[in-house]
């Protein structure tokens, strides 16, 4: 016979905010017991602060440019230049 997991976890005495781990037939069991307050939205647990105060050192000023990148083009080696001297 076996007993379903709802009417095991009502004869333990559990605490709200508490977690509990216990090895059951070779597997890690873990039961979180949560508040009786309401789910909040995770907006309200998110704090952001855009203001960032980052170092700021200008030494000059690329300007970008779009379109494909300008590659310089590659060098080109003779087998002459491989060979050791």
Not at 1 to 25: C, K, Q, T
């Amino acid at each position: 016979m076996s007993l379903p997991l709802a009417d095991a976890l009502r004869l333990v005495d559990l605490e709200p905010g508490h977690i509990y781990r216990e090895r059951v037939n070779g597997f890690t069991v873990e039961v979180r017991v949560l508040a009786d307050s309401p789910a909040t939205e995770l907006s309200e647990h998110i704090m952001l602060q855009p203001w960032v105060d980052l170092p700021f050192d200008v030494l000059r000023t690329l300007p970008a440019h779009r379109g494909p990148a300008q590659l310089s083009k590659p060098m080109v080696l003779a087998e002459s230049d491989l060979a050791p001297e």
